[in-house]
C-alpha cells in the first residue's frame, strides 16, 4: 500500500482518535518518517490499523469505515481534480481511472480497480474485488463522497468477500 495512505491515516488518527491510539501508532511507526511515494506492505500497513482500532477500543472493520468516511475531507484539497465530478454517482464511477494514475508514481501499487453497472440514473453498483478485502473501507469512503456532495446514500452489499463471496457487490441508491 503506498505511503500516502499511511499519511492520511496518521493525521486521521492524530485529529480522529484517543490519546492510547495516538500512542500505538507512534509506538508502531518507532520514528519512522511515512514517505508517501513508497510502497509500504500490506501486512505492515494492516497490522499498524488493528493496533490502533485495538487501542482506540474499536474493531478493525469499524476503524477501517470511519477511516474511510474521513479520507475523503482529507483527500478533497489534495486531489482536487477527482472532486470535479458534478455528483457522488459520478465522482464513484470515476474511481477506476482515478485509481489508475497512482501507478504513475508507484509501480508497485496495486490500486482498485472496479467494475460498475448503471441500473437507473440514480443508481449504481460497483463491484469490488480484491485480496485485501478492505470493503469496510468502501463503506466508509462511498459514505463520504455522498455526503461531500450534500446526497444521501442507501447502500446494500449482498455478495462480500468477508462472508465467502467472490466479490464485494455495493449497490448504490442516490437521493438528494
Ligand atoms: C480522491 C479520492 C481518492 C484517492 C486520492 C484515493 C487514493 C488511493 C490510493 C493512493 C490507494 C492505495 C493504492 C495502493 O497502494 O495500491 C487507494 C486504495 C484504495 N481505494 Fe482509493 N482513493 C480515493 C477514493 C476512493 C473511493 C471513493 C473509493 C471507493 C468507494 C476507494 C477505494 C479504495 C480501496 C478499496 C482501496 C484499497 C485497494 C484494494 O483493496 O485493493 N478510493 N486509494
Not at 463520504?144 to 446526497?151: M, N, Q, T
Request: with cysteine.
Amino acid at each position: 500500500m503506498v505511503g500516502v495512505i499511511v499519511s492520511a491515516f496518521g493525521d486521521f488518527v492524530g485529529l480522529k482518535c484517543s490519546a492510547a491510539a495516538q500512542e500505538a501508532l507512534a509506538d508502531k511507526l518507532g520514528g519512522q518518517r511515512v514517505i508517501a511515494t513508497q510502497n509500504y506492505p500490506d501486512e505492515m500497513v494492516l497490522a499498524i490499523i488493528a493496533e490502533v482500532a485495538s487501542a482506540d477500543g474499536k474493531g478493525l472493520e469499524q476503524i477501517l469505515e470511519e477511516f474511510g468516511y474521513d479520507f475523503v475531507r482529507w483527500a478533497q484539497p489534495r486531489y482536487k481534480v477527482f472532486f470535479a465530478s458534478p455528483s457522488a454517482r459520478d465522482f464513484l464511477l470515476g474511481m477506476t481511472v482515478a485509481h489508475q494514475s497512482v501507478r504513475s508514481f508507484n509501480l508497485e501499487a496495486a490500486p482498485p480497480a472496479f467494475r460498475y453497472e448503471q441500473p437507473s440514473s440514480d443508481e449504481l453498483v460497483m463491484i469490488y474485488d480484491s485480496p485485501r478485502k478492505l470493503c469496510s473501507l468502501m463503506r466508509g469512503l462511498i459514505a463520504g463522497v455522498a455526503d461531500h456532495y450534500g446526497e444521501r446514500v442507501a447502500i446494500r452489499e449482498p455478495s462480500c468477500q468477508k462472508r465467502g463471496g467472490k466479490e464485494c457487490r455495493f449497490e448504490l441508491k442516490f437521493s438528494h
